[in-house]
C-alpha cells in the first residue's frame, strides 16, 4: 500500500491511497483542472481513481467532487450529514453511496475503516485504510483528538495528521480574534502540540511513515511542525514528512 497528497490546506485537500490497482481519493478539494495536473504529477490518469471519499462539505475539500466525478463517471463515498449539508455551489453529485461514520466497508482491494471526529461540519469524518498487512491513518480537520480517535489511530503503521497552526503564531496572526477562536476550539483544527501529543500515545514502533498535513500558510511553518512531531517521536525532524499546499508529498510506500 502507498499514498500521496496532490495538496494539503486551507486552498484545497486531495489525497491518494493505493493498494493493488485500487486507488481512492480522500477528498477533492481542487478544481478539474488542477486535479487533472497534480493527478499527472503523480503518474495517474482519472480513470484510475475508483472512487472519491469525502470528510466533510467545506469547500478545501469538496469543491471538485461535482466536478471530477461527473466527467469521468467516478462514485463518491459520504456520510448522510454530509450529503444534506452539500452547498448549492457543489453542484449535483453523479453515483454517490452513503456510508456510515462507524461502520467498515471495502472498495476492491481496501478495507476502510470511517471514524467521526469533532469538527464544525455537519457529520465529519476520517478513516483508516488497510490491505489486510498494513494500515494508513488520516486525521485532519478535527479540533480535539477524543478516546476513540486514540483507539483507531493507535496501531496504524503510517499517519497523516493535521498540523493546523502553531499556537503563538495563530495568536498573533491576522486573523479575527473570532475566526482564531473557531481554529483552536474543540471543533476546530489540530496544532501542533496536539498532534505531539496524539503520537505520544500511540504504538511508535509500528510507524513506517508520519507526513504533516493541512498547515495554516499564515499560522504555521513546516519547520515548525516537523520540529513537534519529531520531538514527540524522539526522531530527526527530517524523518518527518510534510504535505504543503501546492506540491502536496510524492508517494510513501507502507
Not at 129 to 143: A, H, M, R
Not at 183 to 188: E, K, S, T, V
Request: net charge negative; charged share 20%; glycine share 8%.
Amino acid at each position: 500500500m502507498r499514498f500521496a497528497s496532490l495538496g494539503s490546506g486551507s486552498r484545497g485537500n486531495a489525497l491518494v491511497v493505493e493498494s493493488g490497482a485500487t486507488r481512492i481519493l480522500v477528498d477533492c478539494g481542487f478544481s478539474t483542472r488542477v486535479t487533472l495536473t497534480r493527478l499527472a504529477r503523480l503518474g495517474l490518469a482519472p480513470e484510475d481513481i475508483d472512487a472519491v471519499l469525502v470528510t466533510h462539505e467545506h469547500s478545501d475539500h469538496l469543491h471538485g467532487v461535482a466536478g471530477f466525478c461527473g466527467r469521468f463517471g467516478i462514485p463518491v463515498f459520504l456520510t448522510h450529514g454530509t450529503h444534506i449539508a452539500l452547498p448549492d455551489a457543489c453542484g449535483r453529485l453523479p453515483e454517490h453511496r452513503l456510508i456510515d461514520s462507524h461502520r467498515p466497508f471495502a472498495i476492491n482491494d481496501l478495507h476502510i475503516q470511517p471514524f467521526p471526529v469533532p469538527h464544525d461540519a455537519r457529520e465529519p469524518v476520517q478513516f483508516v485504510f488497510s490491505d489486510g498487512d498494513v494500515q494508513l491513518g488520516v486525521l485532519t480537520d478535527c479540533g480535539t483528538v477524543t478516546a476513540h480517535i486514540m483507539a483507531m489511530l493507535k496501531k496504524c503503521d503510517a499517519l497523516v495528521l493535521e498540523c493546523n497552526h502553531d499556537a503563538d503564531l495563530l495568536a498573533a496572526s491576522r486573523y479575527p480574534f473570532v475566526l482564531r477562536q473557531r481554529i483552536a476550539g474543540d471543533y476546530g483544527h489540530l496544532g501542533n502540540h496536539q498532534a505531539a501529543e496524539l503520537l505520544e500515545r500511540i504504538e511508535q514502533g509500528r510507524l513506517r511513515h508520519v507526513v504533516a498535513a493541512h498547515l495554516s500558510e499564515e499560522s504555521n511553518r513546516p519547520k515548525l511542525a516537523a520540529a513537534a512531531l519529531a520531538e514527540a517521536l524522539n526522531c530527526t525532524a527530517d524523518w518527518i514528512g510534510v504535505a504543503d499546499q501546492e506540491s502536496g508529498c510524492d508517494w510513501r510506500q507502507i
